[in-house]
């Protein structure tokens, strides 16, 4: 672990769970990730691109928010085109796609582009300063998602490469039921141990997916993940919601190609299955 921001935050989980006692693998990854100061999404260190861990599709080309340009207005004309269509990006990085999108439309559909009004919900400070330095001489503005009011807009909502950066807990198939992993401490250092379920919804949610786990397969819930996707759907009158990601199907995630989950881990692009490593 190295020290700095990341081995400040490290040191404030080990202090929960000493406190706590046991925290379930939802809440290490709300700390992990979206702790108000260090966390992985909140702090200000390079997370994408060449210098940090990962790579989005709108970091490889223009071309894609070109594409997605083409499919938002395919949505505004079945829509009637309306004089004003409003875009909701969630989590939009480094601000590329909503340029290259904008970009796109400026140029091919000017007649698209005088009725855009692109807004974007981003809860991490320094990548909304990013955003703004990338597309300041651009029509963009910026929402906190509880100021977007039910039935308030016309347009389609959008995301790239969000819904998998959710905090979810894990759980594994033992011959006697159901078990949640917890995150506890063991010779100073992050552990997973079972334990019994953190509530009810977590059996539920897979029971209504038609999810049966193999003794001893590990699995992940993400519970935020409806609610997630119903409040996308409550702010538009009329609409699309397009949420773009890497998956599969319920039956190929949940199925033996996945007999320890499909948790991946991303440090300086290298793929680690220890979400314990480089915390932050």
Do not use: K
């Not at 071309?63 to 004309?77: C, H, I, P, S």
């Amino acid at each position: 672990m190295s020290g700095g921001a990341s081995g400040r935050l490290l040191e404030l989980i080990l202090e929960e769970v000493r406190e706590r006692g046991a925290i379930t693998f939802a809440r290490f990854l709300e700390l992990a990730l979206y702790h108000p100061e260090h966390g992985y999404y909140i702090s200000g260190r390079q997370r994408i691109g060449p210098e940090g861990d990962y790579y989005t599709s709108a970091d490889v080309s223009p071309l894609f928010g070109a594409t997605l340009g083409r499919q938002v207005v395919e949505m505004w004309e079945l829509l009637g085109r309306p004089g004003r269509f409003t875009v909701v990006e969630y989590g939009a990085g480094r601000g590329l796609l909503a340029a290259d999108l904008l970009g796109w439309a400026g140029g091919a559909r000017p007649d698209f582009f005088a009725c855009l009004d692109y807004v974007i919900v981003e809860i991490s400070p320094s990548l909304r300063s990013l955003q703004r330095s990338a597309l300041r001489r651009l029509p963009v503005r910026w929402a906190r998602a509880e100021d977007l009011h039910p039935r308030s807009l016309v347009g389609c909502t959008l995301s790239n490469e969000v819904a998998d950066a959710m905090p979810f807990h894990r759980v594994r198939q033992t011959s006697g039921g159901l078990a949640e992993l917890w995150v506890t401490e063991r010779r100073g250092r992050l552990a997973e141990e079972p334990g019994p379920l953190s509530g009810e919804r977590i059996a539920e949610y897979l029971e209504g997916q038609g999810v049966g786990l193999a003794e001893g397969q590990v699995a992940e819930v993400c519970l935020e993940a409806p609610e997630w996707m119903r409040s996308q759907v409550r702010i538009l009158e009329r609409g699309y919601s397009l949420v773009i990601d890497y998956g599969s199907t319920t039956r190929e995630l949940y199925g033996p190609a996945h007999p320890e989950g499909t948790l991946a881990c991303y440090h300086r692009h290298r793929l680690s299955r220890d979400p314990f490593e480089h915390v932050g």
